[in-house]
């Protein structure tokens, strides 16, 4: 069965950083793009980032580009999110989420297949 499973959320200050870490199950993730979404209070969800199918592409939104890397190890079957300078805006629960055969990263949320139960993180001082 097909699980994604997040962990690494916490409270973390303003500056700090955090390592989110998706893991995967049931499939073979190399075939798999992986994206990272998130949901702040009072806001929609929205893409942060996103490894392409067998590591291809990557994408980072505006707001969070030169500050989260995202990676894959397909052997692993993990898929990590490191934030870096964290800002409360940051703030919100994030989710891995998988779409099979996708190298060019969906933006739309509606194109994932697979998502996992999500992971909060909390910046604050």
């Known amino acids: 069965q097909v699980q994604l499973v997040e962990s690494g959320g916490g409270l973390v200050q303003p500056g700090g950083s955090l390592r989110l870490t998706c893991k995967t199950s049931?499939?073979?993730?190399?075939?798999?793009?992986i994206a990272w979404f998130r949901q702040a209070p009072g806001k929609e969800r929205e893409e942060v980032s996103c490894s392409g199918s067998g590591d291809r592409s990557r994408y980072y939104s505006d707001s969070v580009k030169g500050r989260f890397t995202i990676s894959r190890d397909n052997a692993r079957k993990t898929v990590t999110l490191l934030m870096n300078g964290l800002k409360p805006e940051d703030t919100g629960v994030y989710y891995c989420?998988?779409?099979?055969?996708?190298?060019?990263?969906?933006?739309?949320?509606?194109?994932?297949?697979?998502w996992g139960q999500g992971t909060q993180v909390t910046v604050s001082s």
């Open positions: 989420a998988g779409e099979i055969l996708r190298d060019d990263c969906s933006r739309n949320a509606e194109d994932y297949d697979y």
């Open positions: 049931g499939f073979t993730l190399s075939h798999y793009a």
